[in-house]
Nanobody, 116 residues
Framework: QVQLVESGGGSVQPGGSLRLSCTAS????????MQWYRRPPGKELVLVAS????????DYLDFVKGRFTISRDNAKNTVYLQMHSLKPEDAAVYYCKAHRGMTEYWGRGTQVTVSS
């Protein structure tokens, strides 16, 4: 059974940092591209960052470029999202997703709150 478990969420002040982790089990992690999505309160799900499984190529939502970094450790079956200079607009539930072709798996999310 495939499981993706996010961790690292929490409450920070504007300008603060958090590192989210997503650990996968039940799949060959290195075969999957990984993505982080977020759903702000009352809004739609948005793709924040992605990293492929071939060369580690990354891509980011414009709003987070220069502040967020996605990375992966295939030996640990884990993808990370390092977030710096957090803004109130970054507050959301963050989800990780693994996908390969038409197959995708989702985690259950971790809450990030940014407020003073």
């Amino acid at each position: 059974q495939v499981q993706l478990v996010e961790s690292g969420g929490g409450s920070v002040q504007p300008g603060g940092s958090l590192r989210l982790s997503c650990t996968a089990s039940g799949l060959t992690f290195s075969n999957y591209a990984m993505q982080w999505y977020r759903r702000p309160p009352g809004k739609e799900l948005v793709l924040v960052a992605s990293i492929n499984n071939n060369f580690g190529t990354t891509d980011y939502l414009d709003f987070v470029k220069g502040r967020f970094t996605i990375s992966r450790d295939n030996a640990k079956n884990t993808v990370y999202l390092q977030m710096h200079s957090l803004k109130p607009e970054d507050a959301a539930v963050y989800y990780c997703k693994a996908h390969r072709g038409m197959t995708e798996y989702w985690g259950r999310g971790t809450q990030v709150t940014v407020s003073s």
